[in-house]
Every structure is written in C-alpha cells, then in structure tokens.
C-alpha cells in the first residue's frame, strides 16, 4: 500500500469515528432519561492515534539541541492527549544526521529536527532560515518569519521537497569558534581547515579557509585528530558540552556566521497535511513555544559556562583583530550577491530578507542596540 493511501485512509477512518453518535440519548444518562424507543450506548472511542518517527541531527539528549528535540516531542504529545506520539532518534540511531532531509522528504521518517543550512546542497535558499553572514539576530529572524513573509517563502521552498517546517529552536548569537592558532590577519585563515556549514562556511573559503560541514557527532574526534584544525559550534553551554577546550585554546568572539541561529522541526508534508486543523494548529504552538523557550535557555546557560571555560579550562578568550572582522563583512557580501543568483526563489528569498533586515536595523539602531550601548557606557 502507499504511503499516500495508508495516510488518507486512516484520516477517513479516523474522522468517521470521531462523528459517530448515538441518536436521541446521550451515552452516560440513565435510561429514563432517554427518548422514548432509544437506549444508552456505550461512549464512542476515538482511536485514531498516530505514532510518528523524528530524526535528528544532533546527539541523543545533547543539552539545548537534543534535548529540544525531546521537549517538541513531548509537548506535541502532552497537547494532544496521547492522539500524536513522536520516537526521537538521534543522529546515527535511524539514519545518519546529514540524511535527515531526505528521509523525511520520502518518507521514510516523518519530521526532523536539525539546522536548515545543513540542506543548502539542495538549495542554498535553505540557508536564510537558519543563519546569514552579518544577517539578523534571534529577534530580527523571528519577526521577518512571523510577520516579514518570511515563513510564505520557506514554505514555497520545503513544499519542492515535499516538507512543511517550523522554528522550533535558537541559539542567539554563536561565537566565532575554536582555533588552534592565534588569528591576527586575515592571512593566518588561509589554508586554515575549518568546520562551518551554511553561508559562514562560503565566507571562509573566500578568504582561503578550507571550509567543511560536519554533524556535532563528529567534531571533537576532527579536531582531535587534526582533520580540522578549527571550529565553531554554538556558543559556551553547548562548546562546553561538546569539551573542545580539551583540544584546543582560542576561542573567539563574535560570531560573524550565525547572530541567531534558528533551528527547525519539519515535517513530511503528506504527514502534516493528513492531520487534522486542530492538530496543526497544536504542532505550530508548540514549535513557537519551543522556540523562545530554548534562546531564554541559551542565554541563560552561555554566561556560566563561557566562565567555567575559562576559569576552570584555561581557555584564552580573543576577540578577532577589526581588520579581520572587515574582511568577513566584505567577503559575506560578495556571498550573498552570488546566492541571490542561485535560483528564482533564491532571490525572493535573499530580497525578502534583505528589506526586513535593513528595516530591522534602522528601529534595532533606536531601540536595543542604544539601550545596550548607553548600559554598557555607564557600567560601573
């Protein structure tokens, strides 16, 4: 039986049983309290309960990353009183973590929970819906999504590769990553090996970095083994976790790559659109409540272990010299004007972005950016 069929069919069976109704008594009355020539029946039951598979590209219960991808699970179950049930694999559990996207888009699981940038081999639209390169915080990305036209756009796109999405996740802004050298130029990134997916990465090679992109899994052994000799990850919670100070020193701030990192539960389209409009409804809720739950996470958590790191580890906190910062920003240009020449839907997405980043940073500039500023100058 097909996929498609199976879906439909039990939609149908599902729907009859929940219209089924017992004419002139209501179940639960006494007799008497019937109409005349009808009888109690018994409460109709609803069983058409869903048993769903999500993939992951992260780590079984990786704090902030993999343990999100439980929490979607568990709230989507709570929400729905047992009706939708999702099994969380991690990576490599069911299928490798960069293999998520197809075996959703075929079928062969049902929703993933991962980073959207992973997917720019198959568009490099995919991108914008998690980081750009000099591109728009937690807050800014959340608003061009909701209310920019941003989420029309990642649906277009996804409904190609037979997906629905929604943020479900955000870091906030990640640091500039680990380095096994000091980086004093723009020089010292050439030749350098470097694990950074997304646009991030595009920008490395244009500066003469090898850029790779490598699931969480498989960072520390690169590193350890000297496969890459530099990374970014997250920020300090997750940096910590993963235990990069024991193989390297330098960790640099800010991140240039990802100033809010939006991360993403989505599903096999036929699967969402054979729930019901309550059920939908519910799955959306509770990816938006995740969402701001986890960057209130992060950056809670980011302080505290930015300070074990270095207080406890030894780690050497630099800040990238302002001529190397330049030439990110210039090299982060030249990406975007390319990839906006990728596909038709690439520029729409690329245009949309930019308008509502620019119109973000003309109120950003009045509002957060000079409270933080004017906090900052008159500290202590």
């Not at 009859?16 to 020539?37: E, F, I, K, R």
């Not at 343990?67 to 049930?85: F, M, P, W, Y």
């Not at 694999?89 to 959207?116: I, K, M, R």
């Not at 568009?123 to 999504?145: D, H, K, Q, R, Y």
């Amino acid at each position: 039986m097909k996929r498609r069929d199976f879906l439909t069919g039990a939609a149908v069976t599902g729907a009859a049983a929940a219209t089924l109704a017992v004419a002139g008594c209501d179940s639960g009355q006494n007799t008497a309290d019937c109409a005349p020539g009808t009888e109690p029946a018994s409460p109709a039951i609803v069983t058409n309960k869903r048993k769903l598979k999500m993939v992951t590209t992260w780590q079984k219960n990786f704090p902030g990353l993999g343990t999100s991808a439980e929490r979607v699970a568990k709230r989507i179950e709570d929400a729905t009183d047992g009706q939708i049930s999702i099994k969380v694999y991690a990576a490599g559990e069911l299928v490798p973590a960069f293999e998520c996207f197809d075996a959703v888009s075929n079928g062969t699981a049902d929703c993933y929970n991962g980073a959207e940038y992973y997917w720019q081999g198959k568009s490099v639209g995919f991108s914008f819906f998690t980081a750009v390169p000099f591109g728009m915080t937690a807050n800014e990305l959340t608003a061009w999504i909701y209310h920019g036209g941003g989420q029309e756009l990642w649906d277009e796109l996804s409904a190609r590769f037979n997906l629905k999405g929604f943020l479900s996740a955000n870091t906030g802004v990640q640091m500039g990553g680990w380095f096994n050298k000091q980086i004093t130029s723009l020089e010292d990134l050439k030749g350098l090996k470097i694990r950074m997916p997304g646009l991030g990465g595009e920008v490395m090679r244009r500066l003469g970095a090898a850029a790779v992109s490598l699931p969480g899994p498989d960072i520390y052994q690169a590193l350890q083994t000297g496969a890459i000799n530099a990374t970014e990850w997250v920020g300090p919670w997750n940096d910590l976790a993963q235990g990069f100070y024991k193989v390297t020193k330098y960790y640099y701030w800010p991140g240039f790559h990802e100033p809010g990192a939006a991360l993403a539960t989505v599903f096999n389209k036929d699967v969402y659109e054979s729930l019901t409009k309550g059920q939908k409804q519910i799955i959306q809720t509770v990816c938006h409540t995740e969402h701001d739950y986890t960057l209130a996470e992060f950056n809670q958590k980011n302080a505290g272990a930015l300070d074990t790191l270095i207080k406890d580890h030894g780690v050497v906190l630099e800040k990238f010299p302002a001529d190397v910062f330049a030439g990110m920003r210039e090299a982060s240009a030249a990406v975007l004007a390319d990839v906006s020449q990728e596909s038709e839907i690439a520029g729409r997405i690329y245009s949309s972005f930019k308008e509502n980043l620019e119109n973000s940073i003309r109120w950003t500039r009045i509002s957060e950016e000079a409270y933080v500023n004017m906090r900052t100058a008159n500290a202590g």
